[in-house]
């Protein structure tokens, strides 16, 4: 069974940034268009950012420009670089490939954005 670990969450100042990262244990990473997704408190689960095999990437218009998708082929691990960070982006970040698919959602990381 294939599964999708994120990490590098955490508590942060308003302004700071945090770089969450994604592995797997199968090859999803490396084949499959990927995303990164996000839920916060009271709100349905949304998409942030995608990147697809050939590095093409997308941003929702909140994070744009603050925030970078990537992937490493090599490290088999898709990267989320986050700055300029603010109280709104408190949630629980999740990466999945694009368009999601249900068995491969993870626990996800808790990004927490607060002075």
């Known amino acids: 069974q294939v599964q999708v670990v994120e990490s590098g969450g955490g508590l942060v100042q308003p302004g700071g940034s945090l770089r969450l990262s994604c592995a797997s244990s199968g090859s999803i990473l490396r084949i499959y268009a990927m995303g990164w997704y996000r839920q916060g408190p009271g709100k349905q689960r949304e998409l942030v950012a995608s990147i697809t095999s050939g590095g093409i990437t997308t941003y929702v218009d909140s994070v744009e420009v603050r925030f970078t998708i990537s992937r490493d082929g090599a490290k088999n691990t898709v990267y989320l670089q986050m700055n300029s960070l603010k109280p709104e982006d408190t949630a629980v970040h999740y990466c999945?490939?694009?368009?999601?698919?249900?068995?491969?959602w993870g626990q996800g990381t808790q990004v927490t954005v607060s002075s």
């Open positions: 999945n490939k694009y368009p999601p698919a249900s068995r491969y």
